[in-house]
């Protein structure tokens, strides 16, 4: 069974300025799967966008007009979807 466990992997990068030290720095990146590289600042807005989706399920559950609407809305959307790949 293959490891599917992200790598963290510290990547050096160099300064753009242009002084007589350098200073380096680490950014983080993680491998999630072949040809799969994600920043950890990416993985950090993932994890806060994915957040506030669930915070508006939650709203939208709590609203039964607004949730009805859009059950319907999303039925269509999967009739439509079903009759495309029929085709």
Do not use: F
């Not at 720095?25 to 999630?32: A, C, Y």
């Not at 506030?52 to 059950?71: C, G, N, Q, V």
Request: proline share 6%; net charge positive; charged share 35%.
């Amino acid at each position: 069974m293959p490891n599917n466990k992200p790598v963290r992997l510290k990547v050096k990068e160099a300064s753009k300025t242009k002084s007589k030290s350098p200073k380096n720095k680490s950014t983080s990146i993680v491998v999630r799967g072949p040809g799969t590289m994600i920043s950890a600042q990416e993985l950090q807005y993932q994890a806060e966008d994915d957040a506030r989706t669930l915070m508006r399920a939650e709203e939208i559950k709590r609203d039964a007009p607004r949730l009805r609407k859009a059950k319907a809305v999303a039925q269509k959307k999967a009739d439509e979807a079903s009759k495309v790949a029929k085709l």
